[in-house]
């Protein structure tokens, strides 16, 4: 499975290549997936932020939040 995903990743990565040759429009690309990347690390921030308030305000709904989406603990 492992070698698997790592043979999709280097053909997705030689895609790019023979795109940035073919078109010149990798350095776009890469742009555009810098923005969807800092994107996303702003929203999981502000997840974890709500996530510690509601943390430190009522441990009881933190719980039954994490049991939600991570299963209970053991």
């Known amino acids: ?26 350095p776009g690309l890469i742009g555009l997936f810098i923005g969807l990347a800092l994107f996303a690390l702003k929203i999981a921030a502000i997840g974890f932020l709500i996530y510690l308030v509601i943390r430190v305000l009522s441990p009881d709904t933190a719980r039954r939040l994490r049991e939600k989406w991570s299963g209970p603990a053991v």
């Open 1 to 26: 499975m492992l070698r698997t995903i790592f043979m999709i990743g280097l053909f997705a990565v030689l895609g790019l290549i023979a795109l940035r040759f073919v078109f010149g429009i990798l």
